[in-house]
Every structure is written in C-alpha cells, then in structure tokens.
C-alpha cells in the first residue's frame, strides 16, 4: 500500500511570506519530500503575496496532477494564523503537521509523529527544534533557557515524549478532528509578516483543545526534529529584547483568552525553577573562568525583566481597550470544491474565524517561552 493513502496520512503547511527566503522554503519542501514516511500532500500557504505565489505555483507546477505540492493563498487577514487556517482548510489528510518556512525537517519527522497517534486521545504531538545559527555556533552570552526566542526548543522541556501543556507550533501536529473540536488559531495574536515578533497562537489554542476535549492528550517527542535556521540579526540581544518584550504582549493576550490560571501554567515553574538554575549556573561558569557565563547570567534576568515588563503593559492595553481577537470553525476545502488560478487555489472561504476569546483578566507576571516564530 502506498504510504500516502495510509490511515495516518500528514498534510504539511508551510506558511511563507516573503521572497527572501526563497531558498530555505524550497529546502523545507524538499525536506518533507525526503520523510521517511511519505506526506499526503504538502500545502505552501502564500501570506498576501502575489508574486512569491506566482513564482511558487510556477515551481510546483509538475506537481499540479499528484497534488504532492500544492501551492494556496491565505484566505484569510494577513498573518501566520490565518495562513495555517487556510492550510487546515485545504488539508486531505488525517493529521495536519506544520513546519516553518525556514527549517528542515530530519527524515523520521513524520514516523515518530505518526507512532504516537497509536494512542487515540492524543490529539496533538510536537518535536524537537535546534538552531542552525548563522555564525556557526551559538553566541556565548544567548542562554540555552531561551532558545524559544529563536524558534527553537529550550532548556527545561522534559526529555522523551511526555505529555505537555501545549505543542510549539514551529515543529508540531494535530489530529485533524482537533480542529474540529476546537476550531483554528486565532487571529490577532501571533505572528504579522515582520512586524514586531508576536506569538502564542500556539498556546492559546491547545488550552482551548483542552477545554474543549478534556480527554485529549497533547505531546513533544523530542525524537521529531526539525533545523531551524537563525539569521545573524537574530544573535543579536537587541532582538533578543525586542523578542522577550513582545512574548509578554502576548502572553497577555493569551491570558486575556483562556485565563491567568492555564495561560501562566507552564510559565511559572519555567520562571521559579528552569531560569533560576540557569542563573546560578551561568554566575558558576563565570567563577570559573568560562566564556559567557555571566553574559548568560545577565541576559536571562534581562529577559524576565523585558517580559514581565511587556506582559505588565499588554494586560493593561487589554483591560483598557478591551482587546480581543477571535477564532472560528474550519471549513473543510478540497481541490474539486475550489477554484484554481496558475495552479493555487482560489476563492476559499474566510477561515480566521468569528468566534471571540473569553474576556478573562490576567493577574500574575512570567516569562512565556513560544516558538512558531516567522
């Protein structure tokens, strides 16, 4: 039997947006290509850019007959929600799994996601990100604690595959009847082409998978790897800042949503045991005479100091605005049902969804460690 028609066929979304990263897009494809176990489909979502869609519907077009490589544009407002719901939307298969526009996934990616949805509760499962620096090797001063400032997975995740509050959405999938149960991201929250580097789409929606489906089991197997690529701007600690400032915007908005009680969950042991230790263990390799350890030190109280300072803010615009953002139910879309223009689908429905977050005020202050980061 072909793997592609197997019960547990993936549908990979990558969402991309912008032309500079031509060449790490057509790795990431190729990288799904190469799995171990063989995607349905891979679906490219073009983020309101026609010529990046142009020039990547002409790209695939071999694939046109196979549909091994679909090439969509976001349905939806401009941003990475929106562009996964679009993905979701035209998704074939039985599980949907997302991978940055800048990664590559190693060759048993999909086998181990797909070993875990053995177990029929489980209903999400992520994996293991690593940074590919541009330098070469990571900066001296840039604590392992905040790897999710670049995308990537940090220290202080449990090893193995062990149940978790929420996948990365970077490196994660889902059972496609999660989506069913809890409807898309929602927009608002995460990520905007370049904007300031919002997250925690992520978070807010598998806390809401878990209200919905209190049953279901979320995972990280940290043998499902992926590369993610870390450009030299982002070594920098005044991205480093600017990231950490705005994971506290988000978080948030995340709490605003699903309440300080779940939103701030994961966070606080990440703040009280994880960053702690990670201090003491930098001022320790100082002692000793070791490069960059109280630059690691320093930026870990820096970026607690930025991110509550960031979520402090966000909690206040959003009880003084009222700030929302919303979600909805996914249409299901397949290629007979939609209209196609030069190979990529056209005339889909809005997916951002109508439904609004719950208004819940936030009252603690932590540090949000995401990925999914554009």
């Given at each position: 039997?072909?793997?592609?028609?197997?019960?547990?066929?993936?549908?990979?979304?990558?969402?991309?947006?912008?032309?500079?990263?031509?060449?790490?897009?057509?790795?990431?494809?190729?990288?799904?290509?190469?799995?171990?176990?063989?995607?349905?489909?891979?679906?490219?979502?073009?983020?309101?850019?026609?010529?990046?869609?142009?020039?990547?519907?002409?790209?695939?077009?071999?694939?046109?007959?196979?549909?091994?490589?679909?090439?969509?544009?976001?349905?939806?407002?401009?941003?990475?929600?929106?562009?996964?719901?679009?993905?979701?939307?035209?998704?074939?298969?039985?599980?949907?799994?997302?991978?940055?526009?800048?990664?590559?996934?190693?060759?048993?990616?999909?086998?181990?996601?797909?070993?875990?949805?053995?177990?029929?509760?489980?209903?999400?499962?992520?994996?293991?990100?690593?940074?590919?620096?541009?330098?070469?090797?990571?900066?001296?001063?840039?604590?392992?604690?905040?790897?999710?400032?670049?995308?990537?997975?940090?220290?202080?995740?449990?090893?193995?595959?062990?149940?978790?509050?929420?996948?990365?959405?970077?490196?994660?999938?889902?059972r496609r009847t999660a989506f069913d149960a809890a409807g898309g991201f929602a927009t608002g929250i995460g990520r905007d082409g370049d904007r300031r580097p919002l997250g925690g789409e992520e978070t807010e929606l598998c806390i809401r998978l878990s209200k919905a489906m209190?049953?279901?089991?979320?995972?990280?197997?940290?043998?499902?790897?992926?590369?993610?690529?870390?450009?030299?701007?982002?070594?920098?600690?005044?991205?480093?800042?600017?990231?950490?400032?705005?994971?506290?915007?988000?978080?948030?908005?995340?709490?605003?949503?699903?309440?300080?009680?779940?939103?701030?969950?994961?966070?606080?042991?990440?703040?009280?045991?994880?960053?702690?230790?990670?201090?003491?263990?930098?001022?320790?390799?100082?002692?000793?005479?070791?490069?960059?350890g109280a630059g690691r030190a320093g930026a870990i109280v820096t970026g607690v100091t930025v991110a509550a300072g960031g979520y402090a803010l966000g909690t206040l615009r959003a009880r003084r605005n009222g700030t929302t953002f919303s979600w909805g139910p996914i249409e299901?879309?397949?290629?007979?049902?939609?209209?196609?223009?030069?190979?990529?689908?056209?005339?889909?429905?809005?997916?951002?969804?109508?439904?609004?977050?719950?208004?819940?005020?936030?009252?603690?202050?932590?540090?949000?460690?995401?990925?999914?980061?554009?």
């Open positions: 039997m072909n793997d592609r028609t197997t019960p547990h066929g993936f549908s990979v979304v990558i969402c991309v947006y912008t032309e500079k990263r031509w060449e790490d897009i057509l790795a990431a494809v190729d990288s799904v290509r190469k799995q171990s176990l063989p995607a349905l489909e891979t679906l490219l979502v073009v983020d309101h850019n026609e010529r990046l869609l142009t020039r990547l519907t002409e790209k695939y077009a071999e694939q046109r007959h196979t549909e091994e490589v679909r090439v969509l544009a976001n349905a939806g407002p401009r941003g990475l929600s929106a562009g996964r719901n679009t993905g979701i939307a035209a998704a074939r298969g039985e599980f949907v799994a997302f991978l940055d526009d800048d990664a590559v996934a190693e060759r048993d990616w999909l086998h181990h996601f797909s070993a875990a949805y053995d177990e029929p509760r489980v209903m999400a499962v992520g994996g293991r990100t690593l940074p590919s620096w541009a330098s070469g090797r990571r900066p001296a001063w840039f604590p392992e604690e905040f790897d999710w400032v670049v995308g990537c997975t940090y220290l202080g995740l449990p090893p193995g595959r062990v149940p978790v509050r929420n996948v990365l959405g970077g490196n994660a999938s889902f209190p049953e279901a089991i979320l995972l990280i197997d940290d043998r499902a790897v992926i590369h993610h690529k870390v450009p030299a701007v982002r070594e920098r600690f005044g991205y480093f800042r600017t990231r950490v400032y705005a994971e506290g915007l988000s978080k948030a908005l995340v709490a605003r949503s699903v309440g300080a009680q779940k939103g701030l969950e994961s966070e606080r042991r990440y703040t009280t045991r994880v960053l702690p230790a990670g201090v003491l263990r930098g001022m320790r390799d100082a002692l000793r005479g070791r490069s960059g299901r879309h397949d290629a007979a049902s939609t209209g196609t223009v030069g190979g990529a689908e056209g005339g889909a429905e809005d997916t951002a969804g109508t439904g609004t977050g719950e208004a819940v005020r936030a009252e603690a202050v932590s540090v949000a460690p995401e990925g999914g980061l554009r």
